[in-house]
């Protein structure tokens, strides 16, 4: 395990007029989702799609079974 570390001692903070410090934003925010789903995204919700028709199938067994 490795030690604790300081990697920052002195933060970079904006001044304004409210009282609140602020850091600058980053260039990239790391939350912002691609633009668009990859090839392996459009395969895994084509599978997710199919995967409703068995589960169906099961509700009608245990519907059809409560019936008769």
């Known amino acids: 395990m490795t030690p604790e570390r300081q990697v920052d001692r002195d933060p970079q ?9 602020r850091q600058p934003s980053l260039p ?26 068995p589960v169906a199938i099961v509700v009608a067994l245990v519907v059809w079974a409560l019936v008769s």
């Open 28 to 53: 990239r925010d790391p939350y912002v989702p691609e633009p668009g789903v990859g090839p392996g995204e459009r395969r895994a919700f084509r599978v997710l799609a199919w995967a409703w028709v």
């Open 13 to 21: 903070v904006l001044e304004g007029e409210d009282d609140v410090p």
